[in-house]
């Protein structure tokens, strides 16, 4: 038996040590490597800032729990309620004119009015943005902003980040849209300075927000579509007396996907594309003493689905299935205790697992490869607004999180079970006046690796700096900005351990982005009653990116190539009011997307990167009256290249997607029923967005939805 | 009538940005692949074949029809290479694996489409192909007697085609995903690479004549066999970690493998010489590690490295043509997606040409393998 000599390692430009498995016996974490062998002072700030982290750290929580323990310990019953208290902040109504980085929003009618049914498809319609979509209901849709990498993208789920170590992407399509109130795009660093240290982590972040609302409320609906596709789900918020409010949301879709489809002369029918998906959410909301509130999140996930790979030639057999659980919990206490100081803690533990039943390699024999990976977050967020210091805040967040993937030896042949505590600190500090806004924070990152038996990779820590400015020569209506954002991305745990193709001496992806734009906003009372315009350019760069690299038998995650990206996304949104009961919504957008190769030495420096289009965008248009609605829809791309060799032959056509829908609805008795028809991809090309993988072809889709 | 006038001009606006984008597109992507000359078109009769793999799940494999005198070689892309060109814009398929010359038929494995192409020598189908239609049962490597093609299947069979009648004569149960194979005086050598990740795997030795089939253990025999002095060699690959890769002579009538202790990934044969290369993963380099060309004279049992304007690199293929021990060394690019590259050098090492191969080169084929 070989075992390869460990040396040394050099990581992200700096010396450590791999966790050796005679090291494995001391699962310390306080195993320090540092991101560049430098002076002693560079140490000694290190230790510093590491044991002002810890202590300020477990100073937030008491200070978050003194609160709670005044509140149970108080004997006085006359507890005096506000009225709901509305805090209006200046220049913060959440349009992009409001933000100093790109920052996009799709709220609750524009859902309807695109007729999206997951989040995957909503960012289509966004700009900046590439989603990889695999086709069909079950098909992978992951997000890359920018051209950097669908990892580089951070989801958050009511505030809840989502997280997949193993992949590190995340499947945007297993979330439904019809219980979001808002999906929204934000890329760089938020001017929201009073979130969890995991926002600052990512070069961009999608949110999706469910509604939140505190009345009593109903909303069912159940759609039918083509090739057998059906979908019921009901959402349900119930308030429990004067402080608990209770909601829930059911949603079941069942399809059986076998859709037609003809590619390069290749056609036939998808098989193996059946979805069966179960989801239920729970939300509790205690609004306690006027300084106190508690929410509570139990989020369920279940799917079964075939896997029906790309289309090959002559080989119409397909029988991969993926069965997904998903289970997160989430407890969410905040304290206000006046105006200038907020404060809030969060806890959450998120179960996923996979099991993955795959063709063996031998004629009719299956093998299912397991997947559990456990993710356990602790988070404190502190925001200060003294009053003295007109128009400045200060933000603390530090955040704890600790991952675990679990499977069988076949895969993590080199290290079993891998584990990953991260520990994230960010400092920022936002000042707004009348005519700029000004955000800067700092985040330190510290990842410790170990496993329970076997190779890991070594400690790794980084500061990532992020301004951002925005300035309004013109008042509010106009504002000028300018971003920066300095951010990496540890490699997943495929990356690291994966059988074959697993690397633990991989470096850290880092990615730079600077971001210069403008936004424009109108409101009025006339004819055109909202029109808004933004414009960003950027220019970025990702260093050491991680990619696959072919040998003989076996490929191998390397950090080999650069890539710089420079673009421009423009946003425009207009609303015309055509008489006193019909209205006209107009919404594009357009992306141009310049992301090269630009690795020193390599024949395809200056390509095109795989997978992203040059030119892409999306329109909308809405006709709105009170008894009918209709909109057309359209999601469009430019060339791509499914290979870094930017040649003929890798080139994928450009597509559009054209669809429309038709809607009714009538109020009964203080309700409202509203029947939907959708014709979607009306001009029925089978369009890839990925190499043969075939967009289903022209559909349709009949919804009801009753709302209460 | 404004208000119309305005919302008009406004969709207009927007519809024909989307339609002057994409036309922007074909400036924008104007990329001329290769600077050498290819020839769409056989001109010349072909002397050599190249076989391209392709990517996974990417359908692109293609075959390139070359001659060396005339400086001809065919485009290595799928849709533009001589299968598509000789069948009606045709794609040949998913993961081509093997290709064989037998009795003017190009016989070649395309595994991921799980069928057997076979062609003229034009690259021209010479019938429909025929397909394996049970899922996982895909066509591998190829072997011949001069009358008989046999075809490994990842069903666990060795199929006996006969070349001349165009007919399957047999079916040979061999072990577990069968890869390479050898014909060498009326025995099979079959490596049977075993379970996916349970590296168990065999390699069964079996008497044609009387159908006596014995196995031996090993770790990981892969595609790589080729007879040399009369006696077959085999690459066990190992298991890519612990377990390194290992040459090994298979004795026919004992049925037993003698390990030479030396690592290779890619093998080939001329006369008495046994031609290797390794091109592995190293934990200590983080990166992927060539040795020279190496040439063992198996009589004499003694190595040299073939010098002079040898190229180490990232080798993903070794051939030698029969005719004059020319040596075809076919690399994959070191970034994925990219185009290799097919070196040829004469015995002495002396770089004689380069051009331009598809993804993932299987190597040469001439009319003797």
Known sequence: ?708 | MKKLFSILSLITVALFSFTSCDEENDSIYNYVVNEGNWYEAPSVAPDFYVLNCGNWGGNDASVQYCNFNAGMVTSPLYDKGIFAQQNANAILGDLAQDMLWVKDKLFVTVSGSQKIEILNENGKRLRAPIKFEAEGASPRMLATDGENVYVTNYDGNVYVYNAETSEFVKTISVGTRPEGICYCDGYLVVNNSGDLYAYNGTVSVIKLETGESRSINLTNPYTASVVCNGAVYIIDSGNYYDILSNIYRISLEDATAQPLNICASAIATYENTLYYVNNSWSNEAGAFVASPLYALDVVTNSTQEVLAEYEMGNVNSLSVNPENGDIFVGYNATENGVLGTMHIYNMGGKLKSVFDVGYYTCGARFENR
């Not at chain 1, 390869?4 to 430009?13: A, E, T």
């Not at chain 1, 700009?127 to 950097?148: E, N």
């Not at chain 1, 930017?646 to 203080?670: E, K, Q, T, V």
């Open chain 1, 1 to 708: 038996m070989h075992l390869p000599n460990l040396l040394p390692l050099s990581l992200d430009g700096k010396v450590g040590e791999a966790n050796k498995p005679e090291d494995l016996q001391d699962e310390s974490i306080a195993h320090i490597v540092f991101e560049e062998e430098r002076g002693s002072l560079f140490y000694f700030n290190i230790i510093i800032m590491r044991v002002i982290r810890i202590c300020t750290l477990l100073a937030g929580f008491v200070v978050a729990l003194l609160p709670v323990c005044e509140l149970f310990s108080q004997t006085d019953s006359s507890v005096h309620l506000l009225d709901s208290l509305l805090v209006i902040e200046k220049r913060n109504n959440g349009g992009a004119v409001d933000s100093s980085v790109p920052l996009q929003k799709l709220r609750r009618s524009d859902l309807d009015n695109l007729g999206v049914t997951n989040a995957g498809d909503a960012l289509k319609h966004m700009s900046g943005v590439t989603v990889k979509d695999y086709g069909g209901v079950g098909g992978l849709k992951s997000v890359a902003i920018r051209g950097m990498g669908a990892q580089h993208t951070a989801v958050f789920y009511d505030g809840v980040a989502i997280g997949d170590c193993q992949s590190g992407q995340v499947d945007l399509g297993r979330f439904s849209t019809e219980n979001l109130e808002e999906v929204q795009l934000t890329i760089g660093q938020s001017d929201d300075i009073y979130q969890s240290a995991r926002m600052y982590a990512s070069a961009g972040a999608v949110s999706l927000e469910t509604r939140s609302t505190v009345e009593q409320y109903l909303r069912a609906t159940v759609r039918a579509g083509s090739y057998n596709t059906y979908q019921a789900n009901m959402q349900l918020g119930h308030p429990l007396g004067q402080r608990w409010h209770m909601s829930l949301f059911g949603d079941y879709v069942n399809t059986k996907g076998d859709y037609d489809f003809n590619i390069k002369g290749v056609g036939g029918k998808r098989n193996n594309s059946d979805v069966e998906t179960v989801r239920g959410e729970m939300n509790v909301a205690w609004n306690g003493a006027d300084k106190h509130s508690l929410r509570a999140k139990l989020y369920v996930y279940y799917s079964s689905r075939g896997v029906p790979g790309s289309v090959i030639v002559d080989n119409p057999f397909s029988s991969e299935k993926l069965v997904s659980r998903n289970l997160f919990g989430q407890l969410l206490y905040e304290y206000i205790p006046s105006s200038a100081l907020k404060m809030k803690v969060a806890f959450k533990h998120n179960y996923s697992g996979d099991r993955n039943r795959q063709p063996s390699g031998v004629s009719g024999n299956h093998i299912t490869h397991k997947y559990n990976q456990h993710e356990t977050d602790l988070s404190y967020t502190m925001k200060w607004s003294p009053e003295m210091l007109n128009g400045l805040s200060f933000a603390f967040s530090e955040e704890l999180f600790h991952n675990i993937l679990e499977t069988d030896n076949r895969h993590l042949v080199m290290s079993s079970n891998p584990r990953r505590l991260t520990a994230l600190s960010a400092v920022s500090a936002r000042y707004l006046c009348d005519w700029l806004g000004v955000t800067a924070s700092l985040l330190y990152t510290n990842a410790t690796e170990w496993a329970k038996k076997g190779y890991s990779a070594p400690n790794r820590s980084r500061l990532s700096p992020a301004l951002s400015l925005s300035f309004y020569p013109f008042g509010d209506n106009f504002c000028l900005r300018a971003s920066y954002k300095d951010i990496f991305r540890l490699p997943t745990f495929n990356d690291l351990y994966y059988r074959e193709t697993g690397n633990y001496k991989l470096n850290p992806e880092k990615s730079r982005m600077f971001n210069f734009g403008t936004a424009y906003s109108h409101n009025s009372q006339g004819w055109l009653n909202n029109f808004e315009l933004s414009a960003d350019a950027y220019y970025g760069k990702v260093e050491d990116k991680i990619v696959a690299v072919p040998g003989v038998f076996i490929w191998k995650m390397s950090n080999v190539d650069d890539v710089k990206m420079a673009g421009v996304d423009v946003n425009l949104s207009s609303a015309i009011r055509l008489s006193a009961k019909e209205s006209l919504k107009l919404t594009t957008t357009y992306s141009y997307m310049y992301a090269v190769n630009d690795t020193e030495g390599s024949v395809i420096k200056g390509d095109q990167i795989v997978y992203t289009p040059r030119n892409s965008g999306s329109a909308s248009l809405v006709f709105d009256s009170r008894l009918c609605s209709a909109g057309y829809s359209l999601v469009w791309s430019g060339e791509r290249y499914s290979l870094a060799q930017n040649i003929p032959s890798n080139r994928i056509n450009s597509y559009f997607d054209h669809s429309l829908w038709l809607a009714c609805n009538w109020n009964l008795a203080g309700s409202s029923l509203t029947a939907k028809i959708e014709a979607l991809n009306i001009t029925d090309n089978n369009y890839e967005v990925i190499r043969y993988y075939p967009m289903p072809g022209r559909n349709y889709r009949l919804s009801l939805t009753l709302e209460i």
